[in-house]
């Protein structure tokens, strides 16, 4: 098993930053990849960006220039940092770690945190 806690969340005014870090316990060997969602009220939880155990990164174009997923090995912790936050990246972020095992795969999520942009 694997244990996520995130923190780092907050209320930011438009423009502003901030750094989510989702740290992880537990069984962590395996895990081929590690990612933030997000989920908006009335809205489906989508992939914000990931990280590949080879260190390839991805994004969702919205965020893409304003977002950095990172990560450190030495403390099992992957991190977000986001900045010049608009209103609309307003919701609920969630670390997700990945094992894939053979032809299984396992998914294993953080509780999430509440990110607000407003004024």
């Known amino acids: 098993q694997v244990q996520l806690v995130e923190s780092g969340g907050g209320l930011v005014q438009p423009g502003g930053s901030l750094r989510l870090s989702c740290a992880a316990s537990g069984n962590i060997l395996m895990i081929s990849t590690m990612g933030w969602y997000r989920q908006a009220p009335g809205k489906e939880r989508e992939l914000v960006a990931a990280i590949a155990s080879g260190g390839s990164t991805n994004y969702v174009d919205s965020v893409n220039g304003r977002f950095t997923i990172s990560r450190d090995s030495a403390k099992n912790t992957v991190y977000l940092q986001m900045n010049s936050l608009k209103p609309e990246d307003t919701a609920v972020y969630y670390c997700?770690?990945?094992?894939?095992?053979?032809?299984?795969?396992?998914?294993?999520w953080g509780q999430g945190t509440q990110v607000t942009v407003s004024s």
């Open positions: 997700k770690f990945t094992r894939n095992l053979g032809y299984s795969r396992f998914d294993y």
